[in-house]
């Protein structure tokens, strides 16, 4: 047990350089969320709802995290900071990050049964601070979700989503193939994809402004070779 505690505890150091010791870590309010869902979900399979929805409770009054008894969670599942909503038929695989204020939500079933009503994230999903992940939709493995975006349907295998609705920005694999990206979106990268078209209509911008630096130079000289003249004629 404190070998794989340990190992939990390393997993989070590995994507967060903040805190100096394994201590520091413990006292982090998704780590305290996360326990206190063990606790609630061992609960709930055992069908003692009302003693799962306690520890639920407790925990969310404790470490501002809400997340559902029922929910199934892997492995080094990392909140970082708080104020994150988990719903009920969620299912979070392993290794996975989620930032402040994201919501994995549901909907409302049309034929008026349970089901399925919240999002799947597989393995190495990282979903950035503000979003909200919304039905019983899939994040595919590696997938990540950008600040505040909000996703409505299914995200493919490392694709990065950003924006309302959001949209994927087709990062390329050598950029998602990395460990681990913190907040989920690239920062040095473009978020639009610039293709052919893309890259010819910058291409014809420039143009256009050399060519109007260009033009404004010669106007600038033609004038001043006008205001010499004139300066010249009034002087003789």
């Known amino acids: 047990m404190f070998a794989r505690l340990t ?12 805190p100096r010791s394994r201590w520091e870590i413990l006292l982090y309010p998704g780590v305290w969320a996360l326990g206190f ?5 061992w609960l709930f ?3 003692l709802y009302f003693l799962a929805r306690l520890v639920n409770h407790i925990a969310r009054l404790l470490t501002a995290i809400d997340i559902h008894p ?4 892997g492995a080094n599942f990392f909140i970082d900071h708080g104020f994150t909503v ?3 038929t969620a299912e979070i695989g392993d290794n996975v990050t989620i930032y402040q204020c994201v919501t994995l939500g549901g909907t409302n079933p049309t034929n008026g049964q349970g089901g399925k009503r919240h999002p799947t994230l597989k393995d190495n999903v990282i979903i950035g601070s503000g979003a909200q992940i919304i039905g019983p939709i ?4 590696r997938a990540r979700v950008g600040a505040n975006a909000v996703v409505t349907e299914d995200v493919l295998e490392g694709a990065t989503m950003i924006g309302l609705k959001a949209r994927s920005t087709l990062v390329p694999a050598e950029e998602w193939m990395k460990e681990f990206l913190p907040y989920g979106t690239p920062c040095e990268d473009p978020c ?15 143009s256009e402004i050399s060519f109007l630096k260009a033009e ?5 000289q033609l004038h001043s070779g006008t205001v010499r003249s004139r300066r010249s004629g009034t002087d003789d």
């Open 37 to 41: 869902h063990r606790i609630a979900h």
């Open 7 to 18: 190992a939990y505890l390393d997993s989070i150091h590995a994507r967060d350089p903040a």
């Open 45 to 47: 399979e055992a069908k």
């Open 86 to 88: 988990i719903g009920e």
């Open 216 to 220: 404004i130079e010669a106007l600038k």
């Open 192 to 206: 639009e994809s610039t293709g052919a078209v893309g890259r010819d209509c910058v291409e014809k911008l420039e």
């Open 138 to 141: 899939t994040v595919g493995e």
């Open 70 to 73: 029922g929910a199934q969670i």
